[in-house]
């Protein structure tokens, strides 16, 4: 058939082409303009017209290919089923608008070729039943539900360039009928719209040609048998997104994807374009997958869980995070990996939950809110400061190795701990406000380091061994400050200042180098029983409060002081190896037991507090070398279970009483010039009645006086 137009106005079935042989040639062709074609209308041999084509029947069967050259558009009314076997293709719009019971079987492709010209599907449901592609020259294509009539099988493909697409109900069914694939290779803009528009395929790609050049958005569920891989300048994900069967998630966005709906992945989810990402659900990938978000800024608006599921799969963080609320993550055997800043000043995140992991690394600063940070970790490393507001903690559980570099220091306004069973090597500072610090595995300082609680009663807490060739300063206000083992050992600390304390406890051997121990304190000072302090410099003990003292102390030439009462709660040895030593009282906790030995050397030996008392006599007193030795008028002395023995190498000064029981040997001037000074208020006394006073004063020049 070939002339200038075609038309039928109605009738019951139409098949005018009933040979291949019997084309269509015409310049407009119209049929069932009036009155619909009641049955079919058949078309088994190619169509071709110049104009429009309109065509209003019940079914339509489509064999044969049909073309619209002339840029008019292509309508098609159905009302019942419209096969299409043979592509169409037309200058301009190719439209399927039934409104009430048309669908549309689907095995061929539909192109548009003229600039603008869109592809429509009103109301028709789509079934495919074979792969099908959709292509317009820049041109919307919009379509209704899509199925496939074999279920897995059938892939749908749209080109769109820069048109607009948009699918206003359900792409395949999720759990029996979902495509093969739904490919959008170009769009400027591809909307699933409304609540109905669910995405059921077992793949489902997105800009895989050509980003879409603005926005992606699903306003209903994406259930996907396999992968998702979407390239786009902006995602509105606002319903869930699911895989099966190991399929991962991809998106590559230029711009801001907003994640407002659950992403639940069997395989990885990657966010890997440089446009930023909001997430207002949680994302959880499958076993031993990934959640990588390589470049992006993330933004949390509200609580959120990234969770990598189980196995090895990881968590990385490749830029800044932001958001006042709570990021939890669980990574099961995998690591954790912030490789930008998380939180700001002025503008912190409201914490930190890591659940599980390998490893967690955080590389830069962490601002966290009053949820603080909570880490359980395998090792983990710290190359950034860490802050708290509003009282939030940091807690860190690892089984393997802490590290904190001298950058991360720790700036907190709740407390700090660090638990489990692994180590800790920190060259970073803590400061809290009032608020306990405490390691339950062993420490090693791989720097100076200060730990800080503030003016009041924040506890500092050792809890394992501590070493590291390097000074540790604490300053606890009026709290605690415990080492429940060993400080010092394999490797000397240089030296322990505890600028402020309250109570103060050594339960182990204590080890430093030329910047000793220095401890100021308004409570007790405990030194454990048989666990010495060697040290390489001084001992200093400053402060109001007290002291037992149980175990010896050594220092290679430092001196030895003690500004507050000792009590001895086992028989000490105090060498200096020539430093000057001076005591403001010593007493025992055990009348008649616990005496004290010192060597001084060329050091001297001041007495300026009682040493024992009447009714608790020391066990001994013995000085085993000094330069000289001074008992000022408060030192007044009372010793029980052995003769106090005192040697000088120069003079021993006594202004106060000196009552052994035992018996009292005091030998000045060894060197050879030493006196024996007895001066008013001092006075020798043996009291039991074997017990002998001897005094000596050696050389040429020693003198015994009494003044």
Same mark, same amino acid.
């Given at each position: 058939?070939?002339?200038?137009?075609?038309?039928?106005?109605?009738?019951?079935?139409?098949?005018?082409?009933?040979?291949?042989?019997?084309?269509?040639?015409?310049?407009?062709?119209?049929?069932?303009?009036?009155?619909?074609?009641?049955?079919?209308?058949?078309?088994?041999?190619?169509?071709?017209?110049?104009?429009?084509?309109?065509?209003?029947?019940?079914?339509?069967?489509?064999?044969?290919?049909?073309?619209?050259?002339?840029?008019?558009?292509?309508?098609?009314?159905?009302?019942?089923?419209?096969?299409?076997?043979?592509?169409?293709?037309?200058?301009?719009?190719?439209?399927?608008?039934?409104?009430?019971?048309?669908?549309?079987?689907?095995?061929?492709?539909?192109?548009?070729?003229?600039?603008?010209?869109?592809?429509?599907?009103?109301?028709?449901?789509?079934?495919?039943?074979?792969?099908?592609?959709?292509?317009?020259?820049?041109?919307?294509?919009?379509?209704?539900?899509?199925?496939?009539?074999?279920?897995?099988?059938?892939?749908?493909?749209?080109?769109?360039?820069?048109?607009?697409?948009?699918?206003?109900?359900?792409?395949?069914?999720?759990?029996?009928?979902?495509?093969?694939?739904?490919?959008?290779?170009?769009?400027?803009?591809?909307?699933?719209?409304?609540?109905?528009?669910?995405?059921?395929?077992?793949?489902?790609?997105?800009?895989?040609?050509?980003?879409?050049?603005?926005?992606?958005?699903?306003?209903?569920?994406?259930?996907?048998?396999?992968?998702?891989?979407?390239?786009?300048?902006?995602?509105?994900?606002?319903?869930?997104?699911?895989?099966?069967?190991?399929?991962?998630?991809?998106?590559?966005?230029?711009?801001?994807?907003?994640?407002?709906?659950?992403?639940?992945?069997?395989?990885?989810?990657?966010?890997?374009?440089?446009?930023?990402?909001?997430?207002?659900?949680?994302?959880?990938?499958?076993?031993?997958?990934?959640?990588?978000?390589?470049?992006?800024?993330?933004?949390?608006?509200?609580?959120?869980?990234?969770?990598?599921?189980?196995?090895?799969?990881?968590?990385?963080?490749?830029?800044?995070?932001?958001?006042?609320?709570?990021?939890?993550?669980?990574?099961?055997?995998?690591?954790?990996?912030?490789?930008?800043?998380?939180?700001?000043?002025?503008?912190?995140?409201?914490?930190?939950?890591?659940?599980?992991?390998?490893?967690?690394?955080?590389?830069?600063?962490?601002?966290?809110?009053?949820?603080?940070?909570?880490?359980?970790?395998?090792?983990?490393?710290?190359?950034?400061?860490?802050?708290?507001?509003?009282?939030?903690?940091?807690?860190?559980?690892?089984? @393997? #190795? +802490? /590290?904190?570099?001298?950058?991360?220091?720790?700036? =907190?306004?709740? *407390? !700090?701990? &660090?638990? $489990?069973? %692994?180590?800790?090597?920190?060259?970073?500072?803590?400061?809290?406000?009032?608020?306990?610090?405490?390691?339950?595995?062993?420490?090693?300082?791989?720097?100076?380091?200060?730990?800080?609680?503030?003016?009041?009663?924040?506890?500092?807490?050792?809890?394992?061994?501590?070493?590291?060739?390097?000074?540790?300063?604490?300053?606890?206000?009026?709290?605690?400050?415990?080492?429940?083992?060993?400080?010092?050992?394999?490797?000397?600390?240089?030296?322990?200042?505890?600028?402020?304390?309250?109570?103060?406890?050594?339960?182990?051997?204590?080890?430093?180098?030329?910047?000793?121990?220095?401890?100021?304190?308004? @409570? #007790? +000072? /405990?030194?454990?029983?048989?666990?010495?302090?060697? =040290?390489?410099? *001084? !001992?200093? &003990?400053? $402060?109001? %409060?007290?002291?037992?003292?149980?175990?010896?102390?050594?220092?290679?030439?430092?001196?030895?002081?003690?500004?507050?009462?000792?009590?001895?709660?086992?028989?000490?040895?105090?060498?200096?190896?020539?430093?000057?030593?001076?005591?403001?009282?010593?007493?025992?906790?055990?009348?008649?037991?616990?005496?004290?030995?010192?060597?001084?050397?060329?050091?001297?030996?001041?007495?300026?507090?009682?040493?024992?008392?009447?009714?608790?006599?020391?066990?001994?007193?013995?000085?085993?070398?000094?330069?000289?030795?001074?008992?000022?008028?408060?030192?007044?002395?009372?010793?029980?279970?052995?003769?106090?023995?005192?040697?000088?190498?120069?003079?021993?000064?006594?202004?106060?009483?000196?009552?052994?029981?035992?018996?009292?040997?005091?030998?000045?001037?060894?060197?050879?010039?030493?006196?024996?000074?007895?001066?008013?208020?001092?006075?020798?006394?043996?009291?039991?009645?074997?017990?002998?006073?001897?005094?000596?004063?050696?050389?040429?020049?020693?003198?015994?006086?009494?003044?």
């Amino acid at each position: 058939m070939t002339s200038g137009g075609s038309g039928l106005m109605a009738a019951g079935t139409i098949a005018p082409t009933k040979s291949e042989g019997a084309t269509i040639d015409v310049d407009a062709l119209s049929i069932g303009s009036t009155t619909p074609i009641l049955n079919d209308t058949e078309l088994d041999a190619a169509v071709t017209v110049a104009g429009s084509i309109d065509i209003n029947t019940t079914m339509l069967t489509l064999d044969a290919p049909l073309y619209s050259a002339g840029g008019d558009s292509v309508t098609i009314t159905n009302s019942g089923l419209a096969d299409i076997n043979e592509k169409i293709t037309s200058a301009g719009t190719v439209r399927f608008d039934d409104s009430t019971t048309g669908s549309v079987r689907i095995a061929a492709d539909i192109e548009t070729t003229n600039a603008g010209a869109g592809i429509y599907f009103d109301h028709a449901a789509l079934t495919l039943s074979t792969d099908v592609a959709f292509i317009t020259n820049d041109g919307p294509i919009t379509l209704d539900e899509v199925r496939d009539d074999t279920g897995g099988a059938w892939t749908l493909t749209i080109r769109a360039g820069t048109g607009n697409v948009v699918v206003d109900d359900n792409v395949g069914v999720n759990g029996g009928n979902a495509l093969g694939g739904l490919v959008v290779d170009s769009a400027g803009d591809i909307h699933f719209s409304g609540a109905g528009a669910t995405v059921n395929a077992d793949v489902l790609t997105i800009g895989g040609d050509t980003p879409i050049a603005n926005d992606t958005e699903f306003d209903a569920a994406v259930n996907v048998g396999g992968a998702v891989d979407i390239h786009t300048a902006t995602l509105t994900l606002e319903a869930g997104l699911s895989t099966t069967n190991g399929g991962t998630v991809t998106i590559t966005n230029t711009d801001l994807a907003d994640v407002g709906a659950v992403i639940s992945a069997s395989g990885s989810v990657r966010f890997d374009g440089e446009g930023d990402l909001h997430l207002g659900a949680d994302i959880h990938a499958g076993p031993n997958g990934d959640i990588d978000v390589v470049e992006s800024p993330v933004t949390l608006l509200t609580d959120i869980h990234l969770d990598a599921g189980s196995g090895v799969g990881s968590i990385t963080l490749g830029a800044d995070v932001t958001g006042n609320h709570v990021l939890q993550l669980t990574a099961d055997t995998g690591s954790i990996s912030f490789a930008g800043k998380v939180g700001a000043p002025t503008s912190p995140i409201a914490g930190i939950l890591a659940n599980s992991a390998f490893h967690a690394d955080f590389a830069d600063a962490v601002v966290l809110g009053a949820q603080g940070l909570d880490v359980t970790t395998g090792t983990a490393f710290f190359d950034g400061p860490v802050t708290t507001t509003a009282g939030g903690a940091v807690s860190i559980h690892n089984s @393997g #190795l +802490l /590290t904190l570099t001298e950058n991360a220091e720790m700036i =907190l306004d709740g *407390p !700090f701990s &660090q638990t $489990g069973p %692994g180590d800790l090597s920190t060259a970073a500072a803590i400061t809290t406000t009032q608020d306990d610090v405490v390691f339950t595995g062993s420490v090693n300082l791989a720097d100076d380091v200060a730990l800080n609680t503030g003016n009041d009663a924040g506890a500092i807490r050792f809890l394992a061994s501590l070493d590291g060739p390097y000074l540790l300063t604490l300053t606890a206000g009026t709290g605690d400050v415990e080492f429940a083992v060993g400080v010092g050992q394999p490797v000397d600390l240089t030296g322990l200042l505890i600028l402020s304390a309250g109570n103060v406890l050594f339960a182990g051997p204590v080890e430093t180098g030329v910047a000793g121990l220095a401890v100021t304190h308004t @409570g #007790l +000072l /405990t030194v454990s029983a048989t666990e010495p302090l060697t =040290l390489d410099g *001084p !001992f200093t &003990q400053l $402060g109001t %409060g007290l002291v037992q003292l149980g175990a010896d102390i050594a220092t290679s030439g430092g001196i030895v002081g003690f500004a507050a009462p000792v009590t001895l709660t086992a028989d000490v040895s105090i060498e200096s190896a020539g430093g000057d030593m001076e005591f403001s009282g010593v007493f025992t906790a055990v009348a008649g037991m616990n005496g004290l030995t010192l060597t001084a050397d060329t050091g001297s030996v001041l007495f300026n507090g009682p040493m024992g008392a009447a009714g608790t006599m020391l066990g001994g007193l013995v000085v085993e070398s000094a330069a000289t030795v001074t008992f000022e008028t408060a030192a007044g002395t009372f010793v029980d279970g052995n003769v106090v023995d005192i040697d000088a190498a120069h003079d021993i000064v006594v202004r106060a009483a000196i009552l052994g029981a035992k018996g009292l040997r005091l030998s000045a001037g060894a060197d050879g010039s030493g006196s024996l000074i007895v001066e008013t208020g001092g006075r020798l006394e043996a009291t039991d009645t074997e017990g002998d006073v001897v005094v000596l004063a050696s050389g040429d020049t020693g003198e015994i006086g009494l003044a």
